[in-house]
């Protein structure tokens, strides 16, 4: 039992999550109270780890407060526990997007990468992996219009099949089958919208994403791609993916209908290739579905295709995951994202007894990231985006490996939040960017900001049936 007392809730979030990741079984609970005398103290199973009573400079903002105080939190958790984390007391935050607004700045890479290794604690590893992926981000978005440009999510909400891990927002298809047409004519109204008000702009990237966009009828993804090419002009579109995703969903006719719209860019998930685990997580596929329908899209003439990976699946070992990679290796895909298992409240698998079982892998999970890294040198892939996320077993990272011309720029978009993503479909969630000098204040910390998150409602019905106020909570900011 971890009991963490506080005086104020600014320290709250990041002192939860540092513990966590160096004690993650360990139930923790904080207190909070104005009056304690201490700004922040810890006691693991009765015995006091950490009292801070005050720190040496109070800085007006703040933000130089947390940073001390986090490290004095980690400083104490890696002397309890014996044992670093890589990317130190950085807590689901993206590291690239730190390094690469110290590279815009025209700082030395050494120099950058001292500050961040003594400022985050960081390990030298992990900052090497980061400045290389920082620095091919920043020569590929460099070619792109930040203030003029913007890119479109679409999202389908429908799946095979719910997976274990899965806490995006899916339904089964076959609960919703006499409904998609429904869904299909709200988005498409969402659609026209958006084409409508954005007349002015350049649309650089498109993604289809979900759920399982591959779940529709063929007939339906036509219509769907139809209305897409009829509302936007395409002249400035750098790359259009769709996730096709589920290998269950996927048949020779609708990625037919995919290659008739030009798509560039593909993902065909096996999230693993252990039958096993394909059976225990809710894959209602097999190995060789995946292996037929990767070589039918390249029969097609696909030449750019994502395969997504998730290390530390239950009961998987260091040895399955190589046989993963070796199979993989043989398909020889333009694109793999290597995902560390997050364990997401949503999901099934917070809820079972599994979830013990997975956190306990991070050792497991190092060895397996540390292969697929080595498998994608070997499949000369080159690392080109990276992401955390809360909750990841071990404290590891996602990251996506791809050939040099083939990197997904929509997903180093959407980490580096340089360029807005007008999300539409049900649980989307927009991100606008404000331009310099239109930033608006937080009402929570009273500092301005330039993002603007829009969500739109998870749940099918509720986005047909509002669907027009959907569009009005866009109207509001787009493009004021």
Same mark, same amino acid.
């Given at each position: ?245 589920? #290998? ?21 998930? #096996? ?210």
């Amino acid at each position: 039992m971890v009991n963490i007392y506080l005086r104020e809730d600014f320290y709250a979030y990041d002192a939860f999550h540092i513990i966590k990741g160096f004690l993650p079984n360990e139930q923790i609970k904080q207190y909070i109270d104005a009056k304690r005398n201490e700004i922040i103290s810890i006691e693991i199973n009765g015995e006091k780890v950490l009292k801070i009573q005050e720190i040496s400079e109070y800085n007006v903002e703040k933000k130089e407060n947390k940073n001390e105080v986090n490290k004095k939190i980690y400083l104490a958790m890696e002397k309890y526990t014996r044992k670093s984390m890589a990317w130190g007391i950085l807590t689901g935050i993206r590291p690239t997007k730190i390094l690469m607004k110290e590279l815009e700045k025209g700082i030395p890479e050494e120099e950058i990468k001292q500050w961040f290794q003594q400022r985050y604690l960081v390990s030298e590893k992990k900052t090497e992996l980061g400045m290389k992926i920082a620095k091919r981000e920043k020569s590929l978005l460099e070619k792109l219009d930040y203030q003029n440009g913007y890119s479109l999510y679409i999202g389908i909400p429908f799946c095979p099949t719910t997976c274990a891990y899965c806490s995006f927002t899916s339904y089964p298809i076959k609960a919703w089958k006499n409904r998609t047409e429904e869904y299909l004519e709200a988005l498409c109204k969402e659609i026209s919208f958006v084409g409508e008000v954005s007349k002015e702009k350049k649309l650089n990237t498109i993604y289809i994403g979900g759920g399982t966009p591959t779940t529709l009828e063929a007939r339906q993804l036509d219509k769907l791609l139809t209305h897409v090419e009829k509302t936007f002009p395409l002249k400035d579109l750098k790359e259009f993916t769709v996730e096709a995703g589920r #290998p269950d969903s996927i048949t020779k006719e609708k990625l037919e209908v995919l290659r008739q719209h030009q798509i560039t860019r593909i993902s065909i998930n #096996p999230q693993t290739m252990q039958q096993k685990t394909l059976d225990a997580i809710g894959r209602k596929h097999t190995i060789e579905d995946v292996i037929s329908v990767y070589h039918m899209a390249r029969e097609l003439g696909f030449n750019n295709i994502n395969m997504d990976l998730i290390a530390g699946l239950s009961g998987e070992t260091v040895v399955d995951m190589q046989d993963t990679l070796e199979k993989i290796k043989k398909l020889k895909p333009d694109n793999l994202t290597v995902h560390s298992l997050a364990i997401k409240r949503a999901s099934r698998l917070n809820q079972s007894e599994l979830k013990k079982e997975l956190v306990n892998q991070s050792e497991t999970l190092s060895e397996m990231i540390e292969l697929a890294g080595q498998y994608a040198k070997e499949m000369e892939l080159i690392p080109y985006y990276l992401y955390r996320q809360k909750n990841i077993a071990g404290n590891f990272e996602n990251v996506g490996y791809a050939k040099v011309d083939k990197a997904g720029i929509y997903n180093i978009l959407i980490m580096e939040e340089k360029q807005s993503i007008i999300a539409v479909g049900a649980g989307s969630s927009t991100k606008i960017v404000l331009p310099k000098g239109k930033e608006i204040q937080d009402k929570k910390s009273g500092q301005l900001k330039n993002i603007v998150r829009i969500e739109n409602v998870k749940d099918v019905d509720a986005y047909i049936t509002r669907i027009d106020e959907m569009i009005e909570r866009k109207g509001e900011w787009l493009w004021r």
